[in-house]
């Protein structure tokens, strides 16, 4: 027969709160990961981007005082045929 020696594979009392320790600091750091994620890109969207367009506005205004041939007019299309059904 094969009645020789068991291994026994569990694990320690130390092991075993080193995981547990170890499963609750993921927990936290990937809760603060998400935090600091969610509120950068608030941050980032709510506040950086309004004030990104307001000085691209700006150099755009400045571009049409400095080069007025570059400005870009709608010319009225008013002889052009309208078809409505």
């Given at each position: 027969?094969?009645?020789?020696g068991?291994?026994?594979?569990?694990q320690?009392?130390?092991?075993k709160?080193?995981?547990?320790?170890l499963?609750c600091?993921?927990?936290?750091?990937?809760?603060?990961v998400?935090a600091?994620?969610?509120?950068?890109?608030?941050f980032?969207?709510?506040?950086?981007?309004p004030?990104k367009?307001?000085?691209l506005d700006k150099?755009?205004?400045l571009?049409?005082c400095?080069h007025?041939?570059?400005?870009?007019?709608?010319?009225p299309y008013?002889s052009?045929p309208?078809f409505?059904?």
């Open positions: 027969g094969g009645g020789g068991e291994e026994e594979d569990e320690g009392g130390c092991t709160c080193l995981f547990a320790c499963d600091l993921a927990a936290v750091f990937r809760t603060i998400t600091v994620t969610t509120c950068w890109r608030a980032s969207e709510k506040v950086v981007y004030i367009q307001f000085f150099g755009d205004e571009t049409g400095l007025p041939y570059k400005k870009s007019y709608k010319v008013t052009v309208n409505k059904v």
